[in-house]
């Protein structure tokens, strides 16, 4: 009896020495930030931050998306069916059809989710005296990054600008079982033009001191107020962003190497407003294999748009054993074409006005072709100004000049759609089949996912998918 | 010298009965049934404290008081024995082979129990049918070795575990492998190595092993709660007997070759269908025969042909009256189909016990083991994959070279391809050349192993056992790859070093009583106790891309050496507390009962939802030992022993990581740090759980010369984590969340059969057999908003469906080929013919098999609606026959396995065999269409339509075949020395010789046309996996 009750104690003090039982069971994570401490210091706020500037690389296929659909790109000599389907104005709301053209909806949601994750807890870190404006820097580039991620949709899925259309969700906290139906354009619109303003309001002035193109601030912020207006037909707004970019002077047109480098990331500092950094992932490939298969190429009406002595012709196309491939973004200090996304450049303010001055109700013909003149004199050796008699000329010398200066930038196909205006490829460039896209088409508006209509009874597809 | 000692032992034992007053010595032998002497026998003298050990004669010899009447023979593996001494001066004991405590005794969780009283469905492996198997490790062998078991080797991979399922599968997206507990502790186990295949199951010597038994329902597996969903194995290692030392050596020397080859083309068909191919696509000849007529076989410089294999271990074992031993030292060198891959392993073992006294045990089991691996790039579609490139290299081309530097056939200058060679082209999409990659680029693996578990046992009063025992699991893996810059995978990045350390940390400290009592027929057993488990693994790796020279690439990352640098790293922690309790009852060994539960609490779970109670309950009748039975002439004299037992249990599956947590991991922009969330948990995350049915009735026929065993289980999973789709538009990582949703069934028989036709004094005949029958069903996914989802895709060629088995194979009903014109032909969902019009890729409504028009008005498409069951990817049905004979010393073993119930969809025929690039192919080509009028399987070939003739990345029927083998798994024939012969030949100093032969997978009998038809992935995809292996061995054991 006396040794049975020795095992009692034995085994209480067994049981003991593994009290270690609670600690056991209540494990953190190590490799990751459990969502309840991620955010404890404006130092995390920060990182949280640029995970959400890392997420813009959802413009990748905005530029993708922009040069398959449009006229400025052609199947490359290596292509083996990379976005075909796409090319060929085929795809679907179906993964296995329409990856190319539903990719983005996905991404700039995810940025979007990450920038409320990070708004929601930007209030509660605690901060050290001093730290509040960083914080608010902070909050402005939330905000205008959830703004371009809602704009970019807008881009894609929605009809052209009409406040009263079908737009695109709207989502401005985290959730992740929501099922949100789709807002009108003009709802998504002025959250958008409220974040953006917002966002502009909350940081400093820019100077050539404080400016820094990798992040969004007081700069290029406009500048996508420059783009938006113009998307929505608010010319007088979009001269006077461009025209509060262009003076600031921080960032003026390049000319000669120094333009060329722009695409090489060679020297870091010209024209470009705002850039999505890489330093590992390829962009490049987009167009080219590391390895030198060339899957998309510039479109035979792409390279014969350029005059003589464009510096562009050298700065975006190059030629290996006959064939065309995309120069931007093809040489890389980094190997394996890995570049910068360059998201906006200041030549885009130029071509934004001169588009606006021509649209205004009363043409400023002058104007407008003063700014493409700025640009092309910084293009091409030994340019002659020209002058417009009209408007529709001055806008159809602007568009023209678009696909040449933007092209594989993302605007090509955006800009036809935003014109409506239909694509037109060359024979050269692609089988009858697929040769045009008439501006009635319902393919201008890209299909919904369909893994977003199955997960979303709220939701509505657009038409003709 | 012997019969000196013996004669001076006698003469020291009279001396001492001399100055020793009433004692008397008494002498004598101790044999076993068979006449064998015993050594190591314990010799008790009843009712005093006298023992004596028999000796290698089994002679003993002990001096007992007068008063002592009885001496007790003691002998592990044999029945207690006690013989009276009355007027006697030496006895000859002959001891009987305990049955009971060998082959009758199960081991449950945290204890045994009695073969006899089990209740739950449990079944005994048995160990000595494939001791003297070359093996690498226990897992490959336990094919068909159990009922309800389903072993799948999926390659010839030597260092990839094998797929254990039991029961069937119980999880569409966690865990199905069952828990491997060796020695009262779960052990790590899995494919962990970094670069290449591994099998952390091979740390255990199989020679080490004394049994092996397998926990399958509910009620057996209940002790083991949240993680007995996919079934336990308990393997226990020997332990040493008291007496004197035995040391034996096991070895084993064998040759594997590859057991089945592909069929391919010679050069000469080659060149006949490479521009047959090329001329129906309008191009020019550009395969041709160079003037040595050069016929590469590709494959052997892949596949190993009598690669020599070998196995040796030494052990020792022994014990004293207070201390026993066991030892073994270990070395196995095995090798694997494809050349690079091998294992070797270095394996030691230590189990010691000691009793402090007669309330003490201590003791400790270590196993330290190394296991080296090597491998190579295995991916089915890879350019530098081994059996993906040998398959479609050109077989015109030489692999070698005496013009390059490598010695091999590379292009120069650098270009990643292989010269043409007679052909105005290279293989196409520039497969690499095979043997160069084998011959440098490098996988390989070294791994550390330590198992160590030390217990205490007290047993304080009659009936009580407490045992405390701490354990630690540490595997260390450091691992390597390199590739050539020169060509290969390699070539892109200019060569390829990489290295990975990974730690994989485990302690399981337990403490529980097991206490029986006994009063008038009325028998308890309860066992409870605490368990605790944590984990830690940590890994780093280090990548260098861009090498400076091809000299930093032999065996490790060097500093300095790669201007491309890469690291990478993480850590985690995992933790389990359980609590359990079992009581067992019975009456009069008739009636059982059993109950338990256990309560686990796991770190991956949220806070309140961390601890689940998983119970158990089984019940059984022995109606034979009921005193109408054995009072019945019929049943007492027929039916010797027979069971019915029935179970109910709920089990859980346990789930890894942290799912309840939604994270954010690192997530840098560009070069600026930067976090993103990578993860939404579900904090209402809880077990998957396993209600487990099963009844059963277990039958001894004629005292034991037949048996039958008969099992229905049925297993009803709910909670299966299921991923469910959330909408894009919440931008959460994976687009869905992880719920408790989806249900499915498995439901099957099991039967075994055993029975000993012929027992004479020099030959008997054995036969044992067993069945199982298992169907699988999905029940449930998940809604959305009320609709219930029906299906989900799994891959390319399976669907997840309700009311169908997981994995079914899912696609396009063929329709054979156009006489006409060669196009492939289809059916569509609708029953309507259609063809595939290759020549602008349009399919169209054909009127018959010959129909050579296409209207525009019949063009169609086929689309997902098209795609119809083509067959289940799971064997439904699998089993084993086994015929043992023994004449005088030989003995002989034969082992036939089948399975079948299921579809394979052969990609290796589809995409390489059938490919319809410039590439070699499999023979069954050469029936291909070639003129109208001509009825074939095979279409027209036409070059660079490979993914529209064969349909790639789509299951078709034409690709589908019967899974279904029979296969002679073992043979086994050894002859065994005559004991006594040999004793007397050596004077002594060897015991016992045992010689083998044995044949493993020597053939297999199916209608499968790749190399094997266990080659397959668990959807049932064979896709160009490493053939299986022969293996052909001799062995012998030599006790000394």
């Known amino acids: 009896m006396k040794l049975r009750n020795n095992l009692v104690i034995l085994l209480c003090g067994a049981l003991l020495a593994s009290a270690g039982c609670k600690r056991a069971l209540d494990q953190q994570p190590n490799a990751t930030f459990s ?101 608010e820097v902070l909050r402005g580039q939330l905000l205008g990054l959830r703004a371009l991620g809602h704009f970019h949709l807008l881009e894609m899925y929605a009809d052209r600008y009409d406040p009263a259309k079908t737009g695109v969700p709207l989502i401005l906290t985290s959730c992740a079982t929501c099922q949100p139906a789709r807002n009108t354009m003009g709802q998504v619109m002025a959250q958008i033009d409220l974040d953006l303003s917002t966002a502009k309001s909350l940081m400093p002035a820019a100077t050539a001191a404080n400016f820094t193109d990798t992040v969004l601030n007081a700069l290029n912020i406009t500048g996508y107020q420059a783009r938006i207006a113009l998307y929505k037909r608010d010319y007088q707004s979009a001269i006077n962003f461009a025209t509060t970019v262009i003076n600031s002077n921080i960032r003026p047109l390049a000319t000669g190497t120094n333009f060329r480098n722009i695409w090489t990331d060679a020297n870091k500092n010209q024209e470009v407003l705002f850039r999505r950094l890489y330093t590992t992932s390829t962009i490049g490939g987009l167009w080219t294999t590391t390895g030198g298969d060339i899957y998309i190429a ?12 464009d510096i562009r012709l050298q700065a975006y196309i190059g030629n290996t054993g006959g064939n065309n491939y995309v120069n931007k973004f093809y040489t890389s200090g980094l190997g394996g074409r890995i570049n910068d996304i360059k998201a906006m450049r200041i030549a885009e303010m130029y071509l934004i006005r001169a588009e606006a001055y021509a649209k205004l109700g009363t043409p400023d013909l002058v104007n407008g072709a003063a700014d493409l003149n700025t640009l092309r004199a910084a293009r091409i050796s030994g340019y002659t100004p020209v002058t417009y008699a009209t408007a529709a000329d001055l806008i159809a010398a602007v568009l023209d000049e678009r696909f040449k200066e933007l092209a594989f930038e993302g605007f090509r196909w955006f800009d036809l759609k935003r014109n409506n205006l239909p694509v037109q490829r060359l024979a050269s460039d692609a089988n009858a089949a697929w040769q045009s896209l008439p501006a009635n088409s319902f393919r201008w508006i890209l299909p919904i996912p369909r893994d977003e209509i199955i997960a979303n009874p709220n939701t509505t597809q657009n038409p003709g998918y | 010298m012997r019969k ?6 006698a003469l020291v034992l009279l001396l001492g009965q001399v100055f020793a007053q009433g004692n008397r010595t008494i002498n004598g032998k101790v044999t076993d049934d068979k006449g064998n002497p015993l050594a190591g026998v314990t010799v008790t003298a009843v009712g005093s404290d006298k023992r004596a050990i028999s000796d290698e004669a089994g002679s003993f010899s002990i001096t007992v008081p007068e008063k002592v009447k009885q001496l007790r023979f003691s002998y592990v593996g044999f029945v207690l024995q006690d013989v009276v001494i009355t007027g006697k001066t030496s006895v000859s004991v002959k001891l009987t082979t305990d049955e009971t405590s060998l082959s009758e005794v199960v081991v449950v969780g945290y204890g045994v129990q009695q073969k006899k009283a089990v209740t739950g469905s449990a079944s005994k492996v048995d160990v000595k049918k494939f001791a003297n198997l070359m093996t690498p490790s226990v897992d490959k062998q336990l094919a068909g070795r159990a009922p309800g078991v389903q072993v799948t080797n999926s390659s010839g991979i030597v260092n990839a575990p094998a797929r254990i399922r039991i029961r069937g599968y119980n999880s569409l997206n966690q865990a199905n492998d069952p828990l491997i507990v060796v020695d009262g502790i779960p052990i790590i186990a899995g494919n962990l ?29 209940a002790i083991y709660g949240s993680r007995a969903a996919a079934g336990v194995i308990m393997i226990t290692t020997k332990k040493g007997a008291k007496g004197s030392a035995k040391v034996t050596y096991d070895g084993y020397i064998g040759w594997n070759s590859v057991a089945k080859r592909w069929d391919l083309l ?96 201590i003791g400790n089991n270590i196993t330290l083991s190394r296991q080296e691996d090597t491998d190579q790039n295995t991916g089915s579609n890879s350019l530098g994959g081994a059996i993906a490139s040998a398959l479609r290299l050109l077989p015109n081309v030489s692999p070698y070279s005496s013009t390059h530097p490598s010695g091999f056939n590379i292009r120069q200058p650098a270009a990643n391809a292989m010269e043409n060679g007679p052909n105005l082209q290279g293989v196409d999409d520039n497969y690499f050349n095979v043997a160069f990659v084998l011959a440098n680029n490098k996988y390989y693996s070294d791994k550390y192993r330590i198992i160590n578990n030390a217990f205490v046992e007290v047993s304080p009063v009659k009936g009580l056992k407490y045992r405390s025992q701490f354990s630690v699991d540490m595997l260390n893996d450091y691992s390597f790859q390199s590739w050539d810059p020169r060509h290969g995978d390699g070539y892109s990045g200019n060569g390829l070093v990489y290295n990975a350390n990974q730690n994989f940390f485990r302690y399981v400290f337990q403490n529980y009583i097991n206490y029986n009592k006994s009063f008038n027929n009325h028998n308890f057993y309860l066992t409870a106790g605490h368990e605790i488990q944590n984990s830690k693994t940590k890994w780093v790796t280090a990548t260098g891309q861009n090498v400076s020279d091809m000299f930093f690439i032999k065996e490790n990352v060097i500093s300095g050496s790669a201007s491309t640098q890469t690291i990478g790293g993480s ?159 919440a931008g959460i990582p994976g687009n869905s969340i992880q719920q408790n949703i989806a249900t499915l069934q498995n439901k099957g028989i099991e039967i075994t059969v055993g029975a000993n036709l012929i027992n004479q004094k020099d030959f008997t005949w054995s036969v044992d057999a067993n069945f199982t029958k298992v169907r699988n069903e999905i029940k449930s996914l998940y809604d959305i908003n009320g609709a219930q989802t029906q299906f989900v895709t799994s891959g390319n060629y399976n669907l997840i469906k309700v009311g169908e088995p997981m994995n079914i194979i899912y696609g396009y009903q063929s329709a054979g080929v156009n006489s006409a014109n060669g196009n492939p032909m289809y059916y569509k969902a609708d029953g309507r013919l259609v063809q595939h019009n290759i020549a602008n890729n349009t399919f169209y409504y054909a009127t018959g098999k010959d129909d050579n028009t296409f209207p525009a008005a019949n063009a169609t498409t086929m689309t997902f609606n098209d795609r119809v069951k083509l067959g289940e990817g799971i064997p439904t049905w699998f089993g084993a026959i086994t015929n043992s004979f023994g004449y005088k010393g030989f003995s002989l073993e034969i082992m036939l396995r089948y399975s079948g119930g299921n579809k394979i969809m052969n990609t290796t025929r589809q995409e390489a065999l059938m490919s319809q690039s410039f590439h070699n192919n499999g023979r069954e080509i050469l029936n291909r269409w070639t003129a109208p009028g001509q009825i074939t399987e095979v279409p027209r070939l036409v070059w660079g339509q490979g993914n529209n003739i064969n349909q790639n990345n789509l299951a078709i029927s034409r690709f589908v075949e019967d899974g279904d083998y029979l296969r002679l798994q073992n043979v086994v024939l050894s002859y065994n020395f005559d004991r006594n012969k040999l004793q007397r030949f050596t004077n002594g100093y060897i015991q016992s010789v045992r010689v083998f032969a044995q044949g493993q997978n020597l053939h297999t009998w199916t209608k499968y046309s790749g190399t094997d038809p266990d080659n397959i992935s668990t959807g049932g995809v064979d896709a160009s996996v490493a053939p299986q292996i022969r293996t052909i061995s001799f062995g012998l054991n030599v006790g000394f």
Do not use: C
């Open chain 1, 35 to 135: 969502d309840a401490n991620a955010f404890r210091t404006l130092n995390e706020i920060q990182l949280g931050v640029n995970g959400a500037f890392g997420r813009y690389s959802a413009y990748a296929n905005h530029m993708y998306v922009s040069a398959l659909l449009s006229d400025e790109a052609k199947l490359g000599a290596s292509n083996s069916g990379q976005g075909a389907l796409t090319y060929r104005f085929q795809y679907g709301a179906d993964g296995t059809t329409g990856g190319d053209v539903t990719g983005a909806y996905y991404g700039w949601y995810s940025l979007i989710d990450q920038v409320n994750r990070v708004l929601a807890q930007i209030d509660k870190v605690a901060i050290n005296p001093g730290e509040e404006p960083r914080r």
């Open chain 2, 571 to 729: 850590y985690s922690k995992a933790g389990f507390e359980s609590f359990f309790a079992r009581l067992n009852y019975d009456f009069a060994s008739k009636y059982f009962l059993q109950a338990s539960v256990r309560r686990d609490g796991q770190s991956s779970l949220a806070p309140d939802k961390r601890y689940g109670t998983f119970p158990g309950f089984s019940a059984g009748w022995r109606p034979s030992e009921e005193s109408f039975w054995k009072n019945n002439p019929f049943l007492g004299k027929w039916f010797t022993d027979v069971k019915i037992k029935a179970s109910y249990a709920t089990v859980g599956n346990t789930l890894g990581g942290l799912p309840y947590l939604s994270t954010f991991g690192a997530a840098a922009y560009g070069n600026v740090n930067g976090i993103a969330v990578n993860a939404i948990g579900n904090p209402a995350l809880q077990w998957e759980t396993s209600k487990k049915y099963d009844v059963g009735l277990d039958l001894s026929l004629r005292g034991g010369k037949y048996t039958l065993a008969i099992d229905y289980f049925l297993n009803d999973v709910d909670n299966l984590v299921f991923a469910v789709p959330t909408p894009l538009s």
């Open chain 2, 193 to 221: 190595a970094a670069t290449t295949n591994s099998n952390a199951i091979g740390d255990i010597n199989p020679a080490d092993i004394e049994s092996i038994d397998v926990l399958k329902d509910g009620s057996a597996t």
């Open chain 2, 266 to 361: 010679n050069a000469q068909e080659f060149v006949t269908i490479s521009n047959e191919k090329l001329a129906n696509a309008g191009q020019a000849p550009r395969a041709f025969m160079d003037a040595a007529g050069t016929n590469t076989d590709w494959q052997k410089t892949v596949l190993v042909d009598n690669a020599m294999v070998h196995n040796h271990t030494l052990s020792f074992q022994g014990g004293t009256n207070k201390t026993t031993y066991y030892m073994s030292l270990n070395y196995s060198q095995q090798q694997g189909s494809i050349m690079s891959n091998w294992n070797k392993a270095y394996r030691v073992r230590v189990n010691l016990e000691h009793e402090a006294n007669k309330y003490i045990k």
């Open chain 1, 298 to 309: 510039p479109s035979d009406k792409l390279v014969a748009s350029y005059a003589a002595g």
């Open chain 2, 4 to 9: 000196l000692f013996t004669l001076l032992a």
